[in-house]
């Protein structure tokens, strides 16, 4: 079966550069959600999706980090005006959020989409 | 806030022997434990969790972990590792009222045959 796909896989933009990451989650799955993983550390959360509504934020690091999901299905992270320091694998994860689990069910993790900006 | 730590960044184990991964967390509420495993260039995968009940969770690959709430830790181990046990294990943590997972720093598991 299909599971979290991420594209691109890699990302090599330059200083100020605009990028979009793309993250189709898994058919049905209600959750979305996007983390920041740098290099060496632990996945970092940076926002969540239900459905359509944004309903977290908390976690992009400045104004220049915007993430979307118009119809509840395919969400797109954008960071404008890149800087070195948005180097790092931006992780895409979505879950199932009905069934015996339901809010406590594992979360489903794409392979990642790795950013480098020089 | 809530935390993990992952105290061991390497952890080198021989094969055929037992291994443990170290977890403890810091929270408010009840805690929701959950470790997965990652290979390079690949996403996390999920291993197994603790929600409520047995204090002793069975998981994917052989892996269990168990869940002791006074010593705040959620220990990965198994009994017999595989060099194909290789790889980057990270312990995460969510809290009730939340919905994402903090995560910790992860280790690195090596399986020397």
């Known amino acids: 079966g299909a599971g979290v796909s991420q594209s691109p896989r890699y990302k090599v933009a330059k200083r100020g550069q605009d990028v979009a990451l793309r993250c189709d989650p898994i058919s049905g799955h209600v959750s979305l959600f996007w983390y920041q993983q740098a290099l060496g550390q632990g996945p970092e959360f940076l926002t969540y999706?239900?459905?359509?509504?944004?309903?977290?934020k908390s976690g992009l690091p400045s104004d220049r980090f915007f993430a979307e999901r118009p119809e509840g299905s395919v969400s797109t992270l954008k960071i404008q005006r890149t800087q070195q320091e948005d180097s790092a694998v931006y992780l895409c994860?979505?879950?199932?959020?009905?069934?015996?689990?339901?809010?406590?069910?594992?979360?489903?993790f794409g392979p990642g989409t790795r950013l480098t900006v020089l | 806030a809530q935390s993990v730590a992952q105290p061991e960044d390497q952890v080198n184990v021989a094969e055929g022997n037992p291994l443990t991964v170290k977890c403890t967390y810091s929270?408010?509420?009840?805690?929701?434990l959950f470790w997965y495993v990652q290979y390079p260039n690949r996403g996390l995968q999920f291993l197994l969790k603790y929600i409520t009940g047995d204090n002793l969770v069975k998981g994917s690959y052989g892996f269990e972990a168990e869940f002791n709430k006074s010593q705040t830790s959620f220990h990965l181990k198994k009994p017999s590792a595989l060099v194909s046990d290789s790889a980057l294990y990270f312990c995460a943590v969510r809290v009730n009222y939340g919905q994402n997972f903090v995560f910790g720093p992860g280790t690195r598991l090596s399986v020397l045959p």
């Open positions: 929270v408010s509420g009840n805690p929701y």
């Open positions: 994860a979505s879950r199932h959020s009905i069934g015996t689990g339901g809010p406590y069910n594992e979360q489903f």
């Open positions: 999706f239900q459905n359509e509504a944004q309903l977290d």
